[in-house]
Structure formats: structure tokens, C-alpha cells
């Protein structure tokens, strides 16, 4: 099952995502995969967030 352990707040997202090449991620069965987008675009107020963050958001779950 797919997991954050916390929220982080878009400055430390931004962080996390400088580091993305040094990360490996390793994905689940799609209905997981899925479900743990929905959580994140929940957790996150996606829809209302600027769009400058939508896109922050959006990488992190790439």
C-alpha cells in the first residue's frame, strides 16, 4: 500500500521534489496506485490550491 508517513507543506514539497533523482519509487497494483492519488489530491485541497501549486502537486504524484 502506498503511504506518506506526513503532509508536508508546499515549501517542503518543493524541497522533496529538488530531490527526486536520488529517490526510488516503487508502485503497487493499480487500484492502490490510484487510491493513493486520490488521497494526496484530498489531503492536499488540489482544486483549491493556485495553480503554481496544482503543478507542485501534480510532479509529486508523477
Given at each position: 500500500?502506498?503511504?506518506?508517513?506526513?503532509?508536508?507543506?508546499?515549501?517542503e514539497?518543493?524541497?522533496?521534489?529538488?530531490?527526486?533523482?536520488?529517490?526510488?519509487?516503487?508502485?503497487?497494483?493499480?487500484?492502490?496506485?490510484?487510491?493513493?492519488?486520490?488521497?494526496?489530491l484530498?489531503t492536499?485541497?488540489?482544486?483549491?490550491?493556485?495553480?503554481?501549486?496544482?503543478?507542485?502537486?501534480?510532479?509529486?504524484?508523477?
Amino acid at each position: 500500500m502506498l503511504t506518506d508517513t506526513r503532509v508536508m507543506g508546499i515549501d517542503e514539497l518543493t524541497a522533496f521534489l529538488a530531490l527526486r533523482n536520488e529517490l526510488t519509487v516503487t508502485r503497487n497494483s493499480r487500484e492502490e496506485t490510484y487510491a493513493w492519488i486520490e488521497r494526496t489530491l484530498r489531503t492536499y485541497d488540489y482544486f483549491t490550491r493556485p495553480r503554481s501549486e496544482r503543478g507542485l502537486i501534480r510532479s509529486y504524484i508523477r
